[in-house]
């Protein structure tokens, strides 16, 4: 009877230690930036940031998989850009990314919040894994280059995975971008 219960603490440290060097993955229900979610509507981003400094929409029917054109609509305010696109098999607009280039805007992913302007080291509260393969593939930053660490895995259901990418310089996080599972 003891000799079962050490071989299953050996076996969950083991499980456990493994479990700490697989790619971070983050449930698209837990990230967001203010009140943005993945669920947001476009009328619900014109009324939390009000009328965006520019608007572009964009059809292509070259893209779609239909004989409806792929709808884009590209919302650009000061530091931050937000992009929708309903397929041309869909009836439902859904946010496709933000693109965060101002503190102003707070990423909260599970419970940790994360800006641009703060030092890059932060990362790793939210990629743990991205950020280690990242210092293991360079043994020196340099102040001057621009790099990114990608990673989050974001999942909703069973839709194909998307991912966020942090650019950072001189020890800064500069932009925060944000691809949601369509």
């Known amino acids: 009877m003891k000799s079962t219960r050490i071989i299953w603490l050996i076996l969950f440290f083991i499980n456990f230690s493994c479990g700490l060097d ?20 476009l009328s619900e981003i014109l009324e939390i940031l009000g009328e965006p400094l520019s608007q572009k929409r964009y059809e ?7 004989d409806e054109p792929d709808i884009y609509n590209y919302l650009n305010y ?8 309903k397929y ?14 101002s503190n102003q805007y707070p990423v909260l992913v599970d419970q940790k919040t994360l800006r641009v302007g703060e030092d890059y080291e932060k990362i790793k509260s939210i990629l743990p894994y991205e950020y280690n393969k990242f210092l293991e593939r360079h043994d020196e930053i340099n102040p001057d280059k621009k790099y990114q660490i990608i990673g989050g895995n974001l999942t909703k259901g069973k839709l194909e995975p998307s ?6 310089k001189n020890g800064k996080i500069i932009q925060i971008s944000i691809g949601f599972p369509l």
């Open 22 to 41: 697989k790619p971070s993955a983050i449930s698209v229900d837990k990230i967001s930036v203010l009140s943005i979610n993945y669920e947001t509507k």
């Open 60 to 66: 292509d029917i070259d893209g779609s998989v239909t």
């Open 78 to 85: 000061k530091g931050i850009e937000i992009q929708f696109v």
């Open 88 to 101: 041309g098999y869909s009836d439902v607009t859904s946010i496709e990314s933000i693109e965060i280039k």
């Open 163 to 168: 991912n966020i990418v942090f650019d950072f």
